[in-house]
C-alpha cells in the first residue's frame, strides 16, 4: 500500500509513523509513506497557502490551488493507481475500525492535512476528497489526525502486524471492549491478578474473558452492546451481567 501526505510541515513525519509495526511495514516494503510539502506546490514568491475568508470572519482559509496542485503530481507519479483522497477535517465522517478497514482496501491513498479555519471546500468537490474526524475535538492542524489515520490503516495492511490473531482479537473486531489483561506479578502491592487466569482452565479462562469483555462494555459504552452481534452464550452472559446490577 502506498499513502501520501499533503503537509505545510513535513519536518514532523514520520514521526510516531517511522517506529514500531508501521516503521516495519514500511522497512518490508509493505507500506510506502511519501510526504510532500504544500509550498511545492504554490507559485507565487512568497509560497502563500493560506487567504482571508470570502465573507469575513476570524483567520485565514487554505487556498485550493496547491492542493489540487499536489495531488494531480501524486496522481501522474502513479498514473494507474486511482488514489482515494482524505481530508482530515472535524466537519467529516468519524474514523472508525469499519471505516479503516474500507480505507485499507485501497492500494493507494493521499491524505492531505489543513490547518488555520480549514480548507476552501472547493477542494474536496474537486479532488472528490473524503473528510475524515479522528474525533469531536479540535486540533490546531491535520497532521495529528493524518497520522491517526495512517496509523490505524496501516496497520491492517496484511502482514504490518505480526499475528494476524492479534488483529482479529483487538477491540471493535469483536465489536466489544477488551477483557481486562495481566501479567507477571501475580499480586502486585496488594492487588492479586484474578485466580481463573492462573488456573490454567483454558475453558473457563475464555468464558470469563468473555463476561469481563462484555462487563465493560455495557458499563462503559452500552451503545455498542446495542450494535454488537452476539452469540447465544454472549447473550447468556449478558443476561447474568444485568442481573447483577439490577
Ligand atoms: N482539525 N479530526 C482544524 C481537527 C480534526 C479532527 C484538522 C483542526 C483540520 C483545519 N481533523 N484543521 N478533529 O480538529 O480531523
Request: aromatic letters at 6%; a negative charge.
Amino acid at each position: 500500500m502506498r499513502i501520501d501526505v499533503v503537509t505545510i510541515f513535513p519536518e514532523i513525519f514520520p514521526g510516531p509513523l517511522g517506529v514500531g509495526v508501521i516503521g516495519r511495514a514500511q522497512q518490508h516494503g509493505l507500506l510506502e509513506l511519501v510526504v510532500w510539502d504544500l509550498r511545492t506546490f504554490t507559485r507565487d514568491r512568497h509560497r502563500s497557502v493560506d487567504g482571508l475568508p470570502y465573507g469575513g470572519g476570524a483567520g485565514m482559509v487554505m487556498m485550493p490551488e496547491p492542493f489540487v496542485r499536489a495531488v494531480e503530481a501524486i496522481r501522474a507519479c502513479a498514473p494507474d493507481s486511482a488514489p482515494r483522497v482524505v481530508l482530515t477535517s472535524p466537519q467529516g465522517e468519524m474514523l472508525t475500525q469499519a471505516r479503516a478497514r474500507a480505507l485499507a482496501a485501497a492500494p493507494h491513498l493521499v491524505v492531505l492535512c489543513g490547518r488555520y479555519e480549514g480548507v476552501d471546500d472547493r477542494v474536496a468537490d474537486l479532488l472528490g476528497a473524503e473528510e475524515i474526524s479522528i474525533g469531536d475535538y479540535v486540533l490546531t492542524g491535520g497532521e495529528l489526525a493524518a497520522m491517526v489515520v495512517v496509523e490505524v490503516v496501516a496497520r491492517l495492511v496484511p502482514g504490518a502486524v505480526g499475528a494476524v490473531a492479534s488483529v482479529a482479537e483487538d477491540s471493535f473486531s469483536a465489536g466489544l471492549l477488551d477483557f481486562p489483561q495481566y501479567t507477571r506479578p501475580a499480586e502486585f502491592r496488594g492487588h492479586a491478578v484474578p485466580q481463573v487466569l492462573l488456573s490454567g482452565h483454558h475453558e473457563e479462562i475464555r468464558r470469563w474473558r468473555k463476561r469481563e469483555a462484555l462487563r465493560r462494555t455495557l458499563l462503559r459504552r452500552p451503545e455498542m452492546i446495542d450494535a454488537a452481534v452476539l452469540d447465544e452464550e454472549a447473550r447468556a452472559l449478558l443476561a447474568e451481567l444485568r442481573g447483577e446490577t439490577a
